[in-house]
């Protein structure tokens, strides 16, 4: 399974603060605009797109809101920017449990997505206490999301509570997850916790 972690554009990626992107401005093939819930126009990978759709529909169909994709694919320079922005706004240590180093970023994959829902405030943390909120944490690994840096976790992922930020690792490895109560990749694939940078 190592192989499949480190391995770029695999689905079991893994991308934190410990394990950069090689190489760190990757940019991944096969990037499509999501069809629907899409305000904003953004792109993701093309396996990612299909099971937002399909999440969307669900939720819709649940009354638990209309679904919004908020964020996507980010290149590594906008990365870059707002890593800077954040940084210079509240300061290195707080600004980096919030905003990736680029190379360091999910978003860099294609594989992650920040969800909201019309009509709701989203990327704060009362997010997670929304009907939508509620309902893609209970639901989302159905369709192969996991949420990503889920509460009480930032000592092992290296980031702070983040509602609305989900990552797509297929619906195998998302029900696997789901089915072991455990939350977060690195516990899943046994790797060290990477709370801080390494260098």
């Given at each position: 399974m190592a192989?499949?972690?480190t391995k770029v554009d695999s689905l079991q990626v893994i991308v934190n603060k410990a394990h950069p992107l090689v190489p760190k401005n990757y940019h991944p093939r096969e990037l499509v605009r999501v069809p629907k819930y899409n305000p904003y126009g953004r792109i993701v990978r093309k396996d990612?797109?299909?099971?937002?759709?399909?999440?969307?529909?669900?939720?819709?169909?649940?009354?638990?809101?209309?679904?919004i994709v908020q964020s996507g694919f980010r290149s590594f320079a906008l990365q870059k920017?707002?890593?800077?922005?954040?940084?210079?706004?509240?300061?290195k240590v707080r600004g980096e449990r919030l905003v990736a180093r680029p190379g360091h970023s999910e978003h860099q994959t294609g594989l992650a997505v920040d969800f909201g829902a019309k009509g709701v405030s989203t990327l704060q943390a009362s997010f997670a206490k929304t009907k939508a909120g509620i309902w893609l944490?209970?639901?989302?690994?159905?369709y192969g999301f996991v949420l990503r840096y889920p509460y009480g976790k930032?000592?092992?992922?290296?980031?702070?509570?983040?509602?609305?930020?989900?990552?797509?690792?297929?619906?195998?490895?998302?029900?696997?997850?789901?089915?072991r109560g455990i939350t977060t990749l690195e516990e899943f694939y046994a790797l060290p916790a990477a709370p801080n940078y390494l260098n």
């Open positions: 192989c499949l972690t990612v797109a299909a099971a937002i759709v399909k999440l969307g529909k669900q939720m819709q169909a649940d009354k638990k809101g209309v679904l920017k707002l890593h800077s922005a954040k940084v210079s706004a509240i300061g944490a209970a639901n989302s690994y159905k930032t000592n092992i992922t290296g980031y702070s509570f983040e509602p609305w930020h989900f990552r797509f690792v297929g619906v195998a490895t998302a029900t696997d997850m789901h089915d």
